[in-house]
């Protein structure tokens, strides 16, 4: 033993608990070690094979809670923790995302949260002259994931940063000039992520966003302002972090929102620097026995790497269910993989990711895809039967619910 203890001491050897059924202390050279340890990770990595693309679909839905609904204060908050940095438009996210997982959900719910500091949405980019795509962050989770905005200089931010949090009536009585002029520069700042607001009203009334339930009763308010200035505008500030931390964080996100995460899931996220962003960080989970890398979902890179129960859900997933399982999302949520992570099933027709258009997902397969504006329908029926009588059956049940609940022409 006290041999053992001096090659421990010079690096040659580790003392641990090396074996599943081991008792006592044991000792381990440390080349023995590294190839034992790589030799395991081959053998998990071997374990699973590799599904269909389809339960790729099926396994965003579950693992992000599309088919079991929740509701309330706590499940919204959930819900946002899992959707932190994913961009989404803004004229939408309560019409179509936030709903997609939430029973009943309320626009008050939102500003209740907002109000008690809990979350912060931060401006992306924008998107024609009345929309543009937000994130949406856990308060104290805005520093490791938020992308960090490029610093500039102007009337505006230097108010901010002398007065704090300000109502644009105080920021229009120091700063002057034409009211209109200063509403585009606040919301060219928004856009630009510098700038934020304590509520969702002014972000509402910019994109007119149509809510699934009016956020409070009407009143005829008594400000001159538009109501896209509504509530108090503030810096979007956070401490600084390092990009290893900025990594390691962004990565623990995407396996919370995905289970599996492949490198088309982080190029679509908009991450800077990509894959390769994390990649580092994900290797070094799967070494430590976090996560696992495989070629789990077929069609896809070899770079997969996955959590063990989004693996164990997978496996669980790729039978089809006795009852089909159907979805109607907007083509640009995160738990649509089409257009992102997986191809269209027919190229020949102009589909695409756009802002207002939906997607018909039956058993993880796209069967049917709404244009923007509703003036399109593209329905994709499988050739045999009994599938195509089920799917084409599914198709029209889900347009007919959304006609009769007033949620679609």
């Known amino acids: 033993t006290l041999a053992l203890k001096r090659l421990a001491e010079r690096g040659r050897v580790l003392e641990g ?12 050279e440390q080349d023995v070690l590294r190839t034992i340890r790589r030799r395991s990770l081959a053998k998990l990595r071997k374990e699973a094979e ?3 693309p389809p339960a790729l679909a099926r396994l965003y839905a579950n693992w992000q809670g599309l088919t079991r609904k929740r509701r309330g204060l706590d499940a919204l908050l959930e819900v946002i923790e899992s959707l932190q940095g994913t961009p989404m438009a803004a004229s939408i996210f309560e019409q179509d995302i936030l709903p997609a997982r939430l029973s009943d959900y309320r626009p008050s719910d939102l500003d209740t949260l907002s109000a008690a500091g809990e979350i912060v949405w931060v401006g992306l980019e924008p998107l024609g002259s009345n929309d543009g795509r937000i994130a949406l962050y856990l308060t104290d989770h805005l520093a490791t994931l938020a992308r960090p905005p490029v610093p500039e200089d102007s009337p505006l931010l230097s108010h901010l940063r002398a007065r704090g949090a300000s109502f644009f009536s105080d920021m229009q009585d120091e700063l002057g000039g034409f009211p209109g002029k200063l509403v585009d520069a606040l919301w060219d700042l928004v856009w630009k992520g510098l700038v934020t607001n ?19 009763p009407r009143f005829r308010s008594r400000r001159v302002a538009t109501p896209s200035t509504e509530g108090r505008w503030s810096l979007v500030t956070g401490a600084q972090v390092s990009d290893t931390i900025r990594s390691k964080a962004l990565s623990q996100q995407l396996l919370a929102r995905y289970g599996l995460v492949t490198r088309e899931a982080a190029g679509a996220e908009n991450i800077v620097g990509g894959f390769s962003a994390v990649y580092p960080v994900l290797k070094a989970m799967e070494e430590a026995g976090k996560v696992r890398r495989g070629y789990f979902v077929a069609g896809l890179g070899a770079l997969q790497f996955a959590s063990g129960g989004a693996i164990d859900l997978l496996r669980v997933l790729k039978d089809e269910p006795e009852k089909p399982e159907t979805l109607f999302l907007a083509a640009t949520d995160p738990a649509n993989p089409y257009g992102a992570i997986l191809p269209w099933p027919d190229s020949s027709f102009s589909l695409s990711r756009m802002v207002g258009a939906h997607v018909i997902l039956v058993n993880g397969k796209v069967a049917g895809y709404v244009s923007r504006g509703e003036k399109q329908l593209y ?31």
Request: one cysteine or more.
């Open 50 to 52: 590799p599904v269909d």
């Open 379 to 409: 329905v994709f029926l499988p050739e045999d039967e009994p599938q195509r009588s089920v799917t084409a059956r599914s198709v029209a049940t889900t347009l007919a619910s959304l006609v009769k609940q007033g949620q679609r022409r």
């Open 198 to 216: 304590d509520t969702f009203h002014s972000l509402r009334a910019f994109t007119k966003a149509k809510l699934p339930q009016r956020t409070a």
């Open 17 to 28: 608990e090396f074996r599943p059924a081991g008792t006592q202390r044991e000792w381990c």
